[in-house]
């Protein structure tokens, strides 16, 4: 009877999680990457192949992009309109090249930071328009949608250290991770805004716990979100 209700179980999570796209989102170390691989190794149980990845990047072009995106420390400056531009250019040969596919073929994409991160970071850190941020979304991704997303929250001086701890207590940032408290504020509400928005896609999830307290928590929002 208990190996019938285990086969049942993987039965339906195999339905619930194949051809799947779930998005990470949240501030600076809060785990995301982490959490993504444990996802992974969970759902893989099930019987669903999954691919990982990240943005900006997961094409080869798209990672060159991502290289300037976070590095480019040039004379000449970077405009808030270029980074947008560079981002949704990443993400638009991200979705076509390795997304779709994917999804196509009956994987689970599991992708660290998505479009939410855009409306977050450019539109809530650098305040740029979000109806513009929401046009060029959609045309980068289109026809693609999310199923589910998994924010996690932390406190974002809390996300530093667990970076710095990572470094080894060195001080490395991009072009992101040295903007001011402010901004990684901004940013923070900003995801939080749109959890409250989409509540029936996006579960907030307590990122300052045990690793394993988060897997549990998130496998279970997914069930919730996806069934
Ligand atoms: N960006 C991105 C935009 O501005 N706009 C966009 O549209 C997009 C898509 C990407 C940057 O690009 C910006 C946002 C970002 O600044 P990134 O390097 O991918 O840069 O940055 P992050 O996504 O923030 O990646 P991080 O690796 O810094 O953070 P993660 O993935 O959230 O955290 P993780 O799993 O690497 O963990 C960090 C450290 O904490 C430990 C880990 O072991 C690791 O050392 N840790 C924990 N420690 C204690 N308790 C726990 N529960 C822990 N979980 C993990």
Do not use: W
């Amino acid at each position: 009877m208990l190996f019938f209700n285990i086969f049942l179980k993987s039965g339906l999570m195999k339905e619930i999680f194949k051809g799947k796209f779930i998005t990470f989102e949240g501030p600076e170390g809060a785990g995301k990457t982490t959490q993504i691989q444990l996802a992974a190794k969970t759902i893989e149980s099930y019987g669903v192949q999954c691919l990982l990845t990240r943005e900006p990047g997961g094409t080869p072009l798209a990672e060159e992009l991502r290289n300037i995106i976070k590095h480019y420390n040039g004379d000449e400056k970077i405009s808030p309109e270029t980074e947008l531009l560079l981002i949704e250019a990443a993400r638009s040969q991200h979705v076509k090249h390795k997304i779709l596919p994917a999804l196509a073929e009956g994987k689970c994409v599991l992708c660290d930071r998505f479009t939410d991160s855009t409306c977050a970071y450019q539109g809530g850190g650098r305040h740029m328009n979000m109806e513009n941020i929401r046009i060029l979304n959609e045309f980068a991704i289109a026809p693609l949608k999310i199923n589910a997303t998994i924010l996690m929250k932390l406190d974002i001086t809390e996300g530093f250290k667990r970076t710095q701890v990572r470094y080894g207590g060195k001080e490395v940032f991009d072009r992101f991770e040295s903007q001011n408290l402010e901004f990684h504020q901004n940013v923070m509400d900003g995801f939080l805004q749109i959890a409250e928005n989409e509540h029936d896609r996006v579960a907030v999830i307590n990122a300052a716990r045990s690793i394993e307290e988060i897997h549990t928590d998130i496998m279970e929002a997914l069930y919730e979100l996806l069934r």
